[in-house]
């Protein structure tokens, strides 16, 4: 069920309102977040929702054999793990496969699962279903006793199928606890939810076309300046589409008064690599560094195992983004970009120089901005053929059509108006200097978002993430 949809404007009210009124008991509030969640993931295909209960199930009762025997915790969490990692395996990673054994022998192999039954946000709810086992295992973590308690956390409909990914530890206590939902709460709700809509429907659903264009051409042209254009219109519609995806599903979580952490903090006005992983898709950033990179060493074994550490994560993370050379190749770029700036320390010695963090910002955005030709582009040879034509500079004459429309550059120049009210910082000094003042704009910003969703919307489109 999508947000943008009008079914899941029936969905979303009716579901706060039996919340609402289920408030004086906790166990019907579960059982109605757990049917509702069950009925939203199942709502486009039915066949994906088993394989969900199915992973759940083992991750629910790993949970309670680890608590009961701790002599065999070890084997529970194997169990949770190979589960998990076999479900993505299965569904997600044949298609590596047949792309290693095409590039190896020049001959594909069959396909094992259609790729239509694909269940939608797999990589999201395994990731935090075994967060759920690993905290157990740690002992950070007590196991849930109940069912339906454990499937209205994995299963929570606003952010189930696109995240943000959510530890057991931060949403299991809100959960069991009947939250009290204060009007400050359904205020920054709202606030999350317009940004959320008005990014995907005005700004990334505009942008799309544009995009499409340029990476469906059979020849890429060798136009320098269009292909950055190209490639600068994909960075910014999935950014556009991921964070308002994220905004929505937080916005509905404060109007249900569950709390779910941020996951995009204007990943665009970093000043380093470094930077932008702490600001994009931050929830899957930290569960790679809590589960991954710690516990592989992290930083404290010397620089060497340092950066193989790092390049192990990178790399693994672009694999888990598309089963595709090309995403371990777009991994790999930013491993490159991070290994360079923890041997160097450009950044910090750019920063002394004025106006250095301004360069160094300019900087990051060209890097990130050329490793996303490797995320969008059908194959590997069209990468190629894009970043040589970034990088190589060439004028040849491009089709007019094939350049941003005027309604595309205004989506694009409203999302880069918006990320520089935050860099100027212009809200919080408006909010300091006239509080009131402050609080009508903030209003105001909320109407014209919601507005704007509704009468500016471009043609509608699935959320990028959604193949994840």
Known sequence: MLFTSAVFLLFAPLMYVGWTLARSSPRLRLLLLTAGSFVFYAWGDPRHLPVLVASGLVDFVAGRWMARRRDQASLALAASVLTNLG???????????????ALLTGHSLPAAVDPAALPVGISFYTFQSMSY????????????EDVVHFFAYLALFPQLVAGPIVRASHLLPQLRTPPRVTWADRWAGLTWIAEGYAMKTVVADHLAPWVERGFDLATVPAHTGWAWAVVAGFGLQIYADFHGYSAIAIGLGRWFGLDFPRNFHHPYLATSARDFWGRWHISLSTWFRDYVYIPLGGSRRGTPRTLANLWTVMLVSGLWHGP????????????????VEHLTRWPDRLARVPGGRLLSGALTAACVTYAWTYF??????????????????SWQPVPVHLWP????????????????????RLRHRLHATAPQLGHALDAVTVGLALAAAVLLRGPGSVFLYFQF
Do not use: C, K, N
């Open 133 to 144: 086992t690993i905290d157990v295992y740690r002992r950070r973590l007590e196991p849930t």
């Open 324 to 339: 595709s050379w090309r995403f371990a190749a777009w991994g790999a770029l930013h491993a490159a970009y991070v290994s």
């Open 87 to 101: 479900l993505l395996a299965a569904f997600r990673y044949q298609a590596l496969l047949q792309e290693t054994a």
């Open 405 to 424: 429309q005027p309604v595309e550059l205004a989506a694009a120049g409203g999302l880069v108006a918006w990320e520089l009210t935050v860099a100027l």
């Open 376 to 393: 969008r582009a059908p194959t590997f040879e069209h990468a190629w053929a894009m970043s040589g034509a970034m990088l190589w500079p």
